[in-house]
């Protein structure tokens, strides 16, 4: 019996450690919020695109390009000489064949070196950097406006998770005082101190203030399943 008590006794601490280790501040869904949001992540992919694009118009408007080009003469023929049928790279004497002329031969080689400079790319890329600054301010923007919605919506929905936790508290409290009240009234009916009818009120009024505290949990979880889909966790926590 010693040894079931005390597995017990570590069962209930380990399991008010795990929720102690559940509990997460209002902060703590804002970032999950902020950082899980995709219209915040389309917002901040679009400010890396344009820095992307940027980089490309400057590579384009302001450095130079070296380019090697070339060409090498191959003439090649398929060869039916013989009544057999032959690929020749470089043929001089076929009679029947396919391809072409014989007085063309392989191994003519030109090479070349070009250079090229943009002459105005310096104007055409202030432009399209300013443009890129608004696009980009303009996207800042909107992201302030998401996070600062963000916020206030997940700030609302934490706040109503507070009051249903509050409403159950204070529900518990008062259910443990009418237990209490049933104990005493019950001691003084024994007595003959008052009327059985006292009794049966606190137990009407104790069932109704059972069904308070089990609506206030039941709207809890409805609240903070809410939550956690608005911060977008995988994980749904069953207390704040």
Not at 103 to 114: D, I, P, R
Not at 147 to 160: A, F, K, P, W
Not at 212 to 229: G, I, K, V
């Amino acid at each position: 019996m010693k040894r079931i008590a005390l597995l017990l006794t570590f069962s209930v601490w380990g399991v008010i450690a795990y929720g102690q280790g559940q509990e997460h501040s209002l902060s703590y869904y804002m970032e999950a919020a902020k950082r899980n949001s995709p219209l915040l992540n389309d917002y901040r992919n679009q400010m890396q695109m344009e820095q992307d694009e940027l980089q490309r118009l400057k590579a384009m408007y302001r450095h130079s390009r070296l380019e090697v080009n070339g060409d090498y003469l191959f003439v090649p023929i398929v060869s039916k000489d013989g009544g057999r049928t032959s690929f020749q790279w470089n043929a001089h004497n076929a009679t029947d064949y396919y391809g072409y002329d014989l007085g063309e031969s392989s191994g003519f080689l030109h090479a070349g070196v070009t250079w090229t400079q943009p002459l105005l790319g310096k104007s055409s890329y202030k432009v399209a950097q300013e443009q890129s600054r608004i696009n980009t301010e303009i996207i800042r923007n909107h992201i302030r406006l998401e996070e600062h919605q963000l916020e206030r919506t997940v700030t609302e929905q934490y706040l109503l998770c507070l009051l249903d936790q509050t409403q159950a508290a204070f529900a518990d409290s008062v259910g443990a005082v009418l237990m209490r009240q049933e104990e005493i009234v019950g001691c003084l009916v024994k007595n003959g101190l008052t009327k059985e009818s006292d009794l049966q009120l606190l137990a009407i009024e104790r069932e109704a203030n059972e069904e308070l505290r089990l609506s206030s949990l039941q709207s809890y979880h409805t609240h903070l399943m809410d939550l956690n889909l608005l911060c977008a966790l995988r994980i749904r926590q069953t207390w704040l």
